[in-house]
């Protein structure tokens, strides 16, 4: 699977998210408290808000607009896990973040 960098580790520090543009698309990426990091899309389905400005509870993300909560391992929602959005691969080379371009199935 094909990786594009989307910043350093230093640029995201532990605790935050941000969006980042991959391929042609908006993506969440989370670096966790814990060090591990996550991606997910950014987009919420309900209304479109952006999900890497959401809070992050361990290994979820509540959306800043309603609050529905999203499960970073896979996107599901966790209220409700047949409705998902895409989560993606994460992987640091060096001091890069990196994100695959294909979501994990
Ligand atoms: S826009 Fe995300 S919960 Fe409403």
């Given at each position: 699977m094909e990786f594009e960098t989307v910043a350093t580790v230093a640029e995201l520090p532990p605790g935050t998210g941000r969006a980042f543009v991959v391929g042609d698309q908006m993506i969440a990426v989370f670096h966790l408290a814990d060090g591990q990091f996550r991606a997910i899309d950014?987009?919420?389905?309900?209304?479109?808000?952006?999900?890497?400005?959401g809070h992050v509870d361990e290994e979820t993300v509540a959306c800043p607009?309603?609050?529905w909560r999203f499960r970073?391992?896979?996107?599901?929602?966790?209220?409700?896990?047949?409705l998902k959005v895409n989560a993606y691969p994460v992987r640091v080379a060096g001091d890069q973040i990196q994100v695959g371009l294909e979501p994990i199935a």
């Open positions: 950014d987009a919420c389905p309900h209304q479109g808000a952006s999900l890497a400005e607009w309603h609050g970073l391992c896979n996107g599901a929602w966790a209220d409700n896990p047949r």
